[in-house]
């Protein structure tokens, strides 16, 4: 059984701290380095739920993509929300450890495993990571589906691809517009829009895109945009990564158990549309 140390030497190997955005919390948050594991949970946002989850697992690390202390704290007092997460992991034993961007710009990366989930083929990455001299790390990817279709048809198959979120899947531009490109990139990608422009892909696909940037988008360009709720667009990973650590502990006889969590943790619970005019 290996110690603590060991997985996330393994784990710094995959998503590098130091190819971390500047913003960012990676790494890990709490644990023992020479506590032993034997199960891990891969989920993406570290919240009670997953807590609750890796507790009753038995698990003894947690790995997500988000961070829990995004930026910084003076408390860890279990009278707040995320404070109480700290003392229910020291309490029971479970380490955390965080991969954001990291993860997003790894090869394989957040996007491969977005563009895998959708039978997309991967040609490159979006945004390159000017560090890489194969060219195959960086934010978002372009890719190509098997064959062209239409906006309304790739967009349909991320709805019935992607996991189920009170969102949906959400369709800027004309659905009959045909798409042998398309460029995807998991989480918020609306500040990508000029990497996607250049790139002359025919549709995009990611999250949170707000008002402006995707009514400037679509006007100018006939650029298809395909919006999908956050937490979905970067679940795929979750296997991905889960997968990764697991052919790590078979080649060092670690004998890992390692769990995906399926729980929704995306904020949004419902949905309600209304056919009144603004």
């Known amino acids: ?11 710094d190997a995959l998503w590098p701290p130091e190819r971390a955005e500047g913003w960012d919390a990676v790494g890990t948050v709490c644990g023992d380095p020479d506590a ?7 989920a993406v946002d570290p919240v009670h739920e997953i807590v609750d989850e890796a507790r009753k697992l038995g698990a ?11 930026r910084g704290t003076t408390t860890v007092a279990a009278d707040t929300f995320k404070g109480k997460v700290v003392h229910t992991l020291i309490k029971h034993d479970i380490a955390l450890h965080v991969a954001h961007t990291n993860a997003d710009t790894a090869d394989p990366g957040v ?16 945004v390159p990571d000017p ?24 967009a349909a198959r991320a709805a019935a691809r992607l ?21 995807v990139s998991g989480g918020s990608g609306d500040s990508l829009f ?29 650029l298809g945009l395909v919006d999908a709720a956050h937490w979905a667009t970067e679940w795929p990973w979750c296997e991905q990564a889960a997968a990764q650590l697991d052919a790590i502990s078979d080649r060092h006889g670690w004998d890992l158990r390692v769990h995906v969590s399926k729980q929704v943790t995306d904020p949004w619970t419902t949905h309600h549309s209304s056919g009144a005019p603004n």
């Open 163 to 183: 996991p189920v979120t009170a969102q949906g899947i959400r369709l800027a531009g004309d659905p009959e517009g045909l798409v042998r490109t398309v460029a």
């Open 194 to 222: 000029d990497a996607v422009r250049a790139s002359g892909v025919d549709a995009f696909l990611t999250a949170d895109l707000r008002h402006h940037p995707a009514s400037e988008a679509v006007q100018h360009s006939p």
């Open 36 to 42: 032993e594991v034997d199960r891990v949970l891969f």
């Open 60 to 70: 003894q690390l947690i790995v997500t993509h988000h961070p829990l202390y995004l």
């Open 1 to 11: 059984m290996p110690r603590l140390s060991e997985v996330l030497a393994a784990l």
């Open 111 to 126: 996007s491969d495993a977005l563009a895998g989930a959708l039978d997309l083929r991967v040609t490159g990455p979006l």
């Open 131 to 154: 560090t890489d001299p194969h060219g195959r790390r960086g934010l978002g990817r372009i890719c190509e589906p098997a064959h062209p279709e239409t906006l309304a048809a790739f």
